[in-house]
């Protein structure tokens, strides 16, 4: 009995605990290239879903995002979970990938004139919680190689 009882506390435990991504999305202007800095909690900012129920964030060519969401810390899946795009045309993009060093130097090459996002970092600042990082080409990776 205190061993179902046991099972039944960890599974509610569990199940009370959220810890994965909710799906996004990152979309650049066609020829975006530079830092991208995402400002959560705030207030003015609206919060815009796709028909999959993915939050969209449309990145200005300031780079600068402002949204109402919250930033928590959780796991999902990369490249599957938060995905990013280059806007190419209306209804043409292209998927940028997070920057794996092993993954590039397979085929510099063709590697060097993709664009990636670079190194990732979040904050506190007095003006709320934000995410920061890159967007650049394969060819500039040693300009963010200090991060990795």
Same mark, same amino acid.
């Given at each position: 009995?205190?061993?179902?009882?046991?099972?039944?506390?960890?599974?509610? *435990?569990?199940?009370?605990?959220?810890?994965?991504?909710?799906?996004?999305?990152?979309?650049?202007?066609?020829?975006f290239s530079g830092r991208?800095?995402?400002?959560?909690?705030?207030?003015?900012?609206?919060?815009?879903? !796709?028909?999959?129920?993915?939050?969209?964030?449309? =990145?200005?060519?300031?780079?600068?995002?402002?949204?109402?969401?919250? +930033?928590?810390?959780?796991?999902?899946?990369?490249?599957?979970?938060?995905? +990013?795009?280059?806007?190419?045309?209306? !209804?043409?993009?292209?998927?940028?990938? *997070?920057?794996?060093?092993?993954?590039?130097?397979?085929?510099?090459? =063709?590697?060097?004139?993709?664009?990636? =996002?670079?190194?990732?970092?979040?904050?506190?600042?007095?003006s709320g919680k934000y995410? !920061?990082?890159?967007? !650049? +080409?394969?060819?500039?990776?040693?300009?963010?190689?200090?991060?990795?």
């Open positions: 009995m205190i061993k179902f009882f046991n099972f039944l506390m960890i599974a509610a *435990i569990l199940s009370a605990c959220n810890y994965s991504t909710r799906c996004k999305k990152y979309f650049f202007e066609n020829n991208v800095v995402v400002h959560f909690n705030q207030k003015n900012a609206s919060l815009i879903h !796709d028909k999959d129920g993915c939050i969209i964030y449309n =990145i200005p060519s300031n780079g600068e995002f402002y949204t109402p969401e919250d +930033y928590t810390p959780s796991v999902g899946e990369p490249n599957k979970t938060v995905r +990013y795009f280059e806007k190419i045309s209306t !209804d043409k993009f292209v998927e940028l990938l *997070i920057f794996r060093e092993s993954e590039y130097l397979s085929d510099t090459a =063709i590697n060097k004139d993709k664009k990636y =996002i670079f190194g990732m970092t979040a904050g506190l600042t007095s995410l !920061d990082y890159y967007v !650049d +080409y394969g060819k500039n990776y040693k300009n963010h190689f200090f991060i990795y």
